[in-house]
């Protein structure tokens, strides 16, 4: 393209941007009291603030407890002392923090530090991974694992957490799935919101609230290949309509600050992309909190080749990054970018006066020691409560795939044969990002199982196979402390083992799957399997002819056609947090009902992969029912259909649906039609359902989905209830962005589908009339 033609279509791009998402040319608010109030407050300290000091509050420097990059930082003290430094991250506990925190008390203008973490599914007290939190369906729920988390973490010393990650991510090969709520817009947006709600509760001046970072901004799950930190190329459409909201849904809900992704969007990385933190986050979205970069993202701007680290430094200000997460770029070259004209007074003034105004939100200069209170770090972490709603909540988020002749759940009695390199580790049970857990009281599945089968249950407990069959994938594959001892016998004698014991059970539980630290963040697959020398010992397992259960670990869609096949019994747990060998072993039991539902489509193998249900249509679909048909839309190889649904999940119950029933055929605005069914518990154990409504805008002025998420509610049904569930339709849940992104919905004929997954559903037809 040469370089006229691109302006032209960056403009072009500015200018559809600058009409979308909540086109806001934003009618000014009056200033409140309250406002009035922090304004003069920070003006009068800007006003007495030197170039450094100002500079200094834009860098945010390392504890070094736990890091994600090479870079360290150093000489920490020096610089708090000298006002070099706005914030700190991965330093905790109430002495560590009031040691630091009084060094900046000493400073010339004792401005509090900030206090950062990855506090991501929970602190110590550590729930499932956010994936396995979004399997539950289940907002009040999710809401209240950040709650504890921040109440956890705020009497730990910390009041910022780098969460919720809202990346919208459709290729299991990326390991950082684990990290977000899955590949769907609306049950991303709606968990984006109340994760921010319960972290900040409703006042963050609260000792017990803690302010929210978005990330990672933006499309960082798009990355191509599913291959971490790689460039993503999206169109405006998809861009607007599927992967921008929930970044959006989470700052409306308030959220005080926002991360910069590591990727390259169309051409100019996250970090230095003036149209995303500027046009689209300060103008579009009307944004008041403040940005800060990803680990090293300014200076990982020089490998993206964008310039040296004062050029880098000074274009990611530029674009509206406001605080540089470790490089030191803004610290060691803003100064010189000022004196040579390449920034502006203003732009370090923007920035530092944002990070001023958080600081002032969470009430620090008030009191900048009052997240450090040793009574509170002592009584309010891991507390019985806490420990046990860990439990119930790993409980809500497994996912039941498969369950022949009612293999499930387990008797307490006769003898289990216990399988699997991830059947006795404490290690891989809370999963990534779990940097605050304690091993040494998270039970095992073993224990677990002991604690709950009781004694009249014997259980044979052998390894069966290594991880991997490699030492070195299994040594990248555990690293952070998470290892997962190797046994140097050969994999026959390992599965002789397993299959000896397994003849002697009236069952067998085959623990396997991905260890923890193979989903996250630098763990991207290309081979989505259970690990071969896991395969072969299943497969050893069900020759035996005794019913198999595999309890599969997973931080992402793995693909399991022979499992599917062959083994009789699959109960997805995703990583289940500190508790999750308890709950894994209430569930196997029967003392909780299995209720999860995938967030994620399981595809049969990679090759399918970006693979997401609400795809397009296209010109040349497959007929129903079929699976090739020359010259339409598909593989020689392999049907196009997933192997496990989107919103899948099995119970020990049967649910069935009634005719999905609306209220009238029309819509019009300002109106709303009620979609009606009528579920009900078949089976014989009191259980759980989460009731989908999707909808289909059948002709439109842009191509639009063949299915898309618009509501659903989980329901608890006793053996013989039926309920009727209810969802308004009204023309806002019709909305999507059009080619010129103004976000409308359009007259003409639209689907509505209710079911318990995306496949398979009751369909009603209506119209919006304008
Ligand atoms: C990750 C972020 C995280 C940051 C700080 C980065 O490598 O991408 O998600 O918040 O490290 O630990």
């Known amino acids: 393209m040469n370089t006229h033609i691109m302006k032209k279509a960056h403009f072009l791009f500015t200018l559809l941007a600058l009409f979308a998402l909540g086109s806001s040319a934003q009618v000014k608010k009056a200033t409140n009291p309250q406002q009035a109030k922090m304004d003069s407050f920070i003006k009068n300290l800007m006003a007495k603030m030197t170039i450094d000091e100002k500079i200094g509050q834009l860098n945010l420097v390392t504890g070094g407890e736990a890091t994600t990059g090479s870079a360290v930082s150093t000489d920490v003290e020096s610089k708090i002392a000298k006002g070099n430094v706005g914030g700190i991250f991965s330093l905790t506990t109430p ?30 007290t550590t729930f499932p991974i956010p994936l396995a939190l979004a399997a539950s369906w289940d907002m009040p729920l999710i809401q209240k694992t950040a709650r504890v988390a921040a109440t956890e973490a705020s009497a730990d010393g910390l009041n910022w957490t780098f969460s919720p990650m809202v990346d919208i991510a459709r290729d299991a090969r990326w390991g950082r799935i684990a990290e977000g709520s899955g590949e769907d817009t609306f049950l991303g947006s709606e968990i984006a919101k109340v994760m921010v709600k319960g972290y900040q509760g409703d006042d963050l001046t609260k000792v017990n609230t803690i302010m929210a970072c978005v990330k990672h901004f933006a499309l960082y799950g798009a990355a191509e290949g599913g291959r971490d930190y790689n460039t993503t190329d999206m169109s405006l459409d998809r861009m607007y309509n599927d992967y921008l909201p929930p970044y959006k849904a989470a700052l409306d809900a308030g959220a005080g600050s926002i991360m910069v992704s590591f990727n390259d969007i169309n051409g100019v990385p996250a970090t230095a992309n003036k149209w995303l933190l500027t046009d689209l986050l300060r103008k579009q979205w009307d944004f008041k909190g403040f940005v800060v970069s990803d680990y090293t993202g300014v200076s990982e701007l020089i490998e993206h080749g964008l ?67 040793d009574e509170r770090a002592k009584n309010e972490i891991l507390t019985p409560a806490n420990i046990q709603f860990a439990r119930e909540t790993a409980t809500k988020t497994f996912v039941l795939l498969k369950n022949q002749n009612q293999v499930l759940p387990l008797k307490k009695s006769g003898t289990i044969a216990l399988v699997g390199p991830l059947a006795n580790s404490k290690a891989n049970m809370p999963g990534t990002w779990s940097v605050n857990a304690d091993m040494e009281i998270v039970p095992s599945l073993l224990e677990g199982i002991k604690n709950v089968a009781g004694n009249n249950v014997k259980i044979l407990h052998s390894l069966g196979a290594n991880l991997t069959a490699d030492a070195t994938l299994q040594a990248h594959s555990t690293m952070f402390g998470r290892e997962i001892p190797r046994d140097n016998r050969s994999e026959e004698e390992l599965i002789k083992e397993a299959v000896e014991n397994a003849k002697k059970a009236d069952v067998v539980v085959a623990a396997l799957g991905e260890s923890s630290e193979m989903s996250g963040e630098s763990s991207s697959r290309t081979d989505l399997g259970i690990p071969a020398v896991q395969q072969r010992l299943l497969q050893a397992l069900v020759k035996t002819g005794k019913p198999v259960v595999l309890v599969l670990f997973a931080g992402r869609p793995m693909t399991l056609v022979w499992e599917n096949e062959n083994v009789p019994a699959i109960l997805n747990v995703w990583f289940g947090g500190i508790q999750a060998g308890n709950g894994i072993a209430d569930v196997l039991f029967g003392h909780v009902n299995p209720s999860g539902k995938l967030p994620v489509t399981f595809p049969q193998n990679v090759g399918q992969l970006p693979l997401y249900y609400a795809h397009k249509n296209t010109g040349r679909p497959l007929e129903d029912g079929k699976w090739f048909q020359k010259f339409r839309s598909n593989y020689l190889d392999v049907s196009n259909d997933p192997l496990y649904p989107f919103g899948f999940g099995l119970s020990y119950t049967t649910f069935t649906y009634g005719d999905l029933k609306l209220n009238s055929n029309t819509l019009k605005p300002g109106q709303k039609i009620t979609a009606s069914i009528t579920v009900s518990n078949t089976g014989k154990y ?66 509505a589908f209710v079911g318990p997954n995306v496949r398979d559903v009751k369909t009603a037809d209506f119209k919006l009339v304008k």
């Not at 009031?98 to 530090?113: C, N, V």
């Not at 004209?341 to 008030?366: H, S, W």
Request: proline fraction near 2%; aromatic fraction near 8%.
């Open 95 to 124: 002495q560590k923090i009031r040691k630091a925190q009084e060094i900046a008390m000493k400073s010339r203008l004792k401005i509090p530090l900030i206090f950062g973490q990855d506090v991501i599914h929970g602190y110590k």
């Open 307 to 373: 310039g040296d680290l004062k050029t880098v430094s000074a274009l990611s200000l530029k674009a509206g990054n406001d605080m540089d997460m470790v490089s030191e770029g803004f610290l060691t070259t803003l100064k010189k970018s000022l004196q040579d004209g390449k920034v502006t007074q203003a732009e370090i003034d923007r920035a530092c006066r944002l990070i001023l105004e958080a600081k002032y939100k969470l009430g620090l200069f008030d009191d900048p020691f009052k997240y450090c209170n």
């Open 686 to 751: 009191a259980g759980e359902e989460v009731v989908q409504l999707y909808i289909r805008d059948m002709v439109g002025s842009s191509t639009r989905p063949v299915k898309l998420l618009k509501g659903f509610q989980k329901i608890s049904l006793q053996p013989g209830e039926s309920k009727t569930v209810s969802f308004n339709i009204d023309e806002e849940i019709l909305k999507f962005y059009n080619s010129e992104l103004k976000f409308v919905a359009e007259a003409g004929d639209f689907k």
